[in-house]
């Protein structure tokens, strides 16, 4: 009920967006209706993680996490990337920027309502009706998932693991595509919209894509423990592509392209592991509840606050060593990687 309730909100709220753009009240309309949104979008990830963890076995969630991280980050990138392409298609062809971007945003709200009604028919039932509660009820619920949260062994360094092993993607994430677009008198590649919307939004996904799927098949095969540190350096090690193309700033498709699916397999490997950690962890008493508490400490530090302070120090040392400071801070992944303990495998 969560996922189809918060999938027709998700694209109510596009479309409405789509619909408020001409208007004179654009930007305060967009804004409230993208609050909206954003609330939709996180309900509706807690609801598909506990969804995930309820229908799936234990081999089962570890064959398709690779699957089921390829379609989330695939999501991101095509948001960040396909859309621009396809609004920058729209302005090229005489569309004015606000009818582009509302063709745009009609697009994705009809494929998000187009999703619901699919999964209205296609999704199994996996849960049983929740029982009616009080309100007191609802408050001690959730106060016991904070402590079965917290007294789940080895929670300091699993803590530590859940906080800072994204931190330096988190760092990068924002400064990317500033990268890529500003010109080069500013430190950037002048890639234009279109060029931009091809190389991560189309050739990255594919190298997403393929490094979720081999993510996910390496680590039911071999199980994550043997697969944790390889894995680790496929997500840490391609960011010095992006070294390299800042100290060149050579913006050459045929540079530029490889560069980027090269680093986006890498993502694409090692978010595998750490997704199963997160899985592996919580696993147990309230697992959906634990597992939503893990990923809401993982926005936290590994994307959030990250981003926050991303553009301020891109801008105050540069490009160049904004990426040696994303390489320096990799050593944290590392260091938060050689403490975690990793629970029991049950194959």
Request: net charge neutral.
């Amino acid at each position: 009920w969560w996922i189809l309730t918060m999938q027709m909100l998700v694209g109510a709220a596009l479309a409405a967006v789509a619909l408020t753009l001409p208007t004179p009240l654009w930007l305060q309309a967009t804004l409230a209706l993208f609050m909206l949104a954003a609330f939709g979008s996180a309900t509706h990830d807690i609801s598909a993680d506990g969804f995930y963890i309820l229908g799936l076995s234990n081999v089962q969630q570890e064959f398709y996490v690779g699957v089921r991280n390829t379609f989330y980050r695939v999501g991101m990138v095509l948001g960040q990337g396909g859309l621009v392409a396809l609004a920058g298609l729209l302005q090229h062809s005489g569309l004015h920027v606000s009818a582009a971007w509302s063709v745009t945003f009609l697009a994705v709200a009809a494929l998000m309502l187009l999703l619901c009604l699919w999964h209205s028919r296609m999704l199994p039932v996996v849960e049983q009706p929740a029982p009616t509660v009080s309100r007191r009820h609802i408050l001690n619920d959730f106060m016991q998932t904070f402590v079965v949260f917290f007294r789940k062994p080895n929670i300091v360094t699993a803590l530590a693991f859940i906080l800072l092993f994204r931190l330096p993607e988190g760092l990068l994430t924002k400064i990317v595509p500033l990268f890529l677009k500003r010109s080069i008198a500013e430190g950037g590649l002048a890639m234009d919209d279109v060029t931009y919307g091809v190389v991560y939004g189309t050739i990255g996904v594919i190298g997403l894509l393929l490094g979720g799927l081999l993510g996910g098949w390496l680590v039911s095969r071999y199980g994550l423990k043997r697969c944790l540190w390889p894995l680790v350096l496929c997500i840490t090690l391609p960011d010095l592509v992006y070294v390299y193309l800042s100290y060149t700033q050579c913006g050459a498709t045929w540079v530029v392209a490889p560069c980027v699916f090269f680093e986006q397999l890498g993502y694409g490997l090692g978010f595998t592991a750490y997704t199963l950690y997160l899985v592996a962890f919580a696993h147990g008493e309230r697992s959906t509840s634990v597992f939503s508490l893990c990923t809401a400490f993982q926005y936290l530090g590994g994307v959030m606050l990250p981003g926050m302070v991303s553009g301020w120090i891109s801008d105050s040392v540069g490009y160049v060593q904004f990426f040696w400071i994303v390489m320096a801070f990799c050593l944290v992944t590392f260091g938060v990687t050689a403490l975690v303990h990793l629970p029991e495998e049950k194959r």
